[in-house]
């Protein structure tokens, strides 16, 4: 029996895209921040590549609830990129911006990540951490002068 599928699920589509990247030495985490998908979506695919079966279903059986078309979701970390982007080319510090904005140091840079996604999927496809400039006097290059404890 064959069920035709009304449409290609995201994990079928970005699937030759998470291969290329994942046989290049990137984990999910990159794929996902350097494709602007989320690491379900990655998982799902290299599932998929493995096996060549679909993915399993969630472990409860329930099925997350539909969003309505007139209220579309746009994830924070899209809607805060523009600014960090711009912060972040100032001269500010990620740390810094995750204080001020109020989210955690992950949403900041998986924002610039999205923000100059060109440069973060050319590193992941080459298995390589994207380059991030440093900021002058952020938070990491304070700890980079801090003085080591004596024990």
């Not at 399993?56 to 960090?84: E, L, M, N, T, W």
């Not at 610039?112 to 290059?141: K, L, V, W």
Request: charge should be positive; charged fraction near 30%.
């Amino acid at each position: 029996m064959v069920v035709p599928l009304r449409e290609t699920p995201l994990y079928a589509v970005v699937l030759p895209q998470v291969v290329e990247m994942a046989e290049a030495g990137s984990g999910i985490d990159l794929i996902s921040r350097a494709l602007g998908i989320g690491a379900a979506v990655v998982r799902d695919a290299l599932h998929l590549h493995r096996t060549g079966g679909r993915p399993p279903s969630r472990v409860d059986g329930r099925r997350r609830p539909k969003r309505q078309p007139s209220q579309p979701f746009v994830p924070k970390y899209k809607r805060i990129a523009p600014d960090v982007d711009q912060r972040r080319k100032a001269g500010e510090g990620f740390d810094r911006l995750a204080r001020e904005m109020k989210v955690s140091r992950g949403t900041i840079l998986r924002a610039y990540d999205f923000a100059n996604r060109g440069e973060a999927a050319a590193a992941t496809r080459g298995g390589r951490t994207p380059s991030r400039p440093p900021s002058t006097g952020s938070d990491e290059s304070r700890t980079a002068r801090r003085k080591p404890r004596n024990p």
